[in-house]
C-alpha cells in the first residue's frame, strides 16, 4: 500500500472507527476538563514514523476538545523550545532534560521499568536531581532549603548552584 496523506488518513475507515472506539472509551466528554459540549478530537500523544493513525494504543490517544487541543499543542510545542533552549544556552542537553524529568516523574508516581532504566542510562544524575525536585515539590521552603545545604558539593554545575539559591529563597 501506498504512503496516505494525512487527509487520507483521518478519513479512512479504520481511523473512523479507532476514532469512535476513544470517543465511546472517554464517555464521550474531554479527558481534561470534562466537557461534553464542546468538539471531541483524538489526540494523538506522540508519534511513531510509519505507523497509521488507527494503529496506536489507547494509552497513546486522547480525547480532547478543541479548547484543551490546541493548548497541549501549545505545551509540546513550548516543550520542544524548552529542549532547543536547555541544549543550546544552557548547555543542557536533550539527554539530561528527559532524564530529569523522568526522575520528576518516578518521584510523583509508578514510571514503567523500561522508561525508569533508559532515563538513568541518559544521565543518572538528571534522573536524581528528578526525584529530588518531586519531592521538594510536596516540602516546606525551610526543608527545601536545608536539603538544598545537603546538595551543594562541590561536583555541582553554576547553573545547579543558581537553583539551590532560589530554592532557598521563599517565594515572592
Not at 24 to 42: M, Q, R
Not at 120 to 141: E, H, K, P, Q, R
Request: aromatic letters at 8%.
Amino acid at each position: 500500500m501506498s504512503k496516505l496523506t494525512f487527509a487520507e488518513q483521518i478519513k479512512h475507515p479504520e481511523w473512523q472507527k479507532r476514532r469512535l472506539h476513544m470517543l465511546e472509551a472517554a464517555d464521550w466528554e474531554c479527558t481534561h476538563c470534562g466537557s461534553k459540549e464542546a468538539s471531541l478530537n483524538v489526540h494523538h500523544r506522540r508519534y511513531v514514523k510509519g505507523r497509521l493513525y488507527w494503529e496506536y494504543s489507547d494509552e497513546e490517544l486522547q480525547v480532547l476538545c478543541q479548547d484543551c487541543h490546541e493548548k497541549e499543542h501549545a505545551n509540546i510545542e513550548l516543550m520542544h523550545r524548552l529542549l532547543t533552549a536547555s541544549a543550546s544556552e544552557v548547555g543542557f542537553g536533550v539527554a539530561s532534560v528527559a532524564a530529569l524529568l523522568a526522575g520528576y516523574l518516578y518521584g510523583l508516581c509508578s514510571l514503567d521499568p523500561e522508561l525508569h532504566e533508559a532515563a538513568i542510562g541518559l544521565d543518572g544524575t538528571s534522573f536524581d536531581l528528578g526525584v529530588l525536585v518531586s519531592l521538594a515539590s510536596c516540602a516546606s521552603w525551610k526543608s527545601m532549603g536545608e536539603a538544598a545545604d545537603i546538595l551543594a558539593g562541590p561536583a555541582l554545575t553554576p547553573q545547579q548552584r543558581n537553583v539551590i539559591e532560589r530554592w532557598k529563597a521563599p517565594p515572592l
